[in-house]
T-cell receptor, first 113, second 114 residues
Framework: DQQVKQNSPSLSVQEGRISILNCDYT??????FLWYKKYPAEGPTFLIS?????DKNEDGRFTVFLNKSAKHLSLHIVPSQPGDSAVYFC????????????FGKGTRLSVIA | EPEVTQTPSHQVTQMGQEVILRCVPI?????FYWYRQILGQKVEFLVS????????KSEIFDDQFSVERPDGSNFTLKIRSTKLEDSAMYFC????????????FGPGTRLTVL
């Protein structure tokens, strides 16, 4: 039962262009969504998050959009840089404190110079 | 910047042996977690811990697993009798608590069961 889905296992983007990573969820109880970035042999690193009371959150080159009616979120990286090449995980939780994160399978982003 | 640390980085063990994975969460955090990632699969929740007791556990976290906070800084995951399918990356995470707080992950321990 995949409650959080990242349907694109990989994405290749030219340096300087926009990277768009997508994520869908099925559980209506989720109200907090996070993106983590992971390099090989390292733990997931928090990137950006959004709560369900917002539809957009921006932090520098990273913007997360949330469409609650479609149960869809996306991460935009503009401009993409070679150092952004990593696996990106979408995660969700059901709001109240201490709730475990439910992860998607990840999307491997390759930014080509 | 404070970070979650984990030891060892790689543990190799024989099937049936006990292993203890260690984590030092960020010092002012109150909630602690263990997750695992089998090679090529997604990160999966194992157990959460608050106020010296388990607050939630997944179906993966059976009687072979236990967690402990033996002192004010360490948080451990014990696997009593390892199986081949326990081979995975194990990540510890912590959060200060509150409704919209990210979890901070350690670098992971790669467990290989032979």
């Amino acid at each position: 039962d995949q409650q959080v889905k990242q349907n694109s296992p990989s994405l290749s983007v030219q340096e300087g262009r926009i990277s768009i990573l997508n994520c869908d969820y099925t559980n209506s109880m989720f109200d907090y969504f996070l993106w983590y970035k992971k390099y090989p042999a390292e733990g997931p690193t928090f990137l950006i998050s959004i709560s369900s009371i917002k539809d957009k959150n921006e932090d520098g080159r990273f913007t997360v959009f949330l469409n609650k009616s479609a149960k869809h979120l996306s991460l935009h990286i503009v401009p993409s840089q070679p150092g952004d090449s990593a696996v990106y995980f979408c995660a969700a939780s059901a709001g109240f404190a201490n709730t475990p994160l439910v992860f998607g399978k990840g999307t491997r982003l390759s930014v080509i110079a | 910047e404070p970070e979650v640390t984990q030891t060892p980085s790689h543990q190799v063990t024989q099937m049936g042996q006990e292993v203890i994975l260690r984590c030092v969460p960020i010092s002012n955090h109150l909630y602690f977690y263990w997750y695992r990632q089998i090679l090529g699969q997604k990160v999966e929740f194992l157990v959460s811990f608050y106020n010296n007791e388990i607050s939630e556990k997944s179906e993966i976290f059976d009687d072979q697993f236990s967690v402990e906070r033996p002192d004010g800084s360490n948080f451990t995951l014990k696997i009593r009798s390892t199986k081949l399918e326990d081979s995975a990356m194990y990540f510890c995470a912590s959060t200060p608590g509150g409704r919209y707080n990210e979890q901070f992950f350690g670098p992971g321990t790669r467990l290989t069961v032979l």
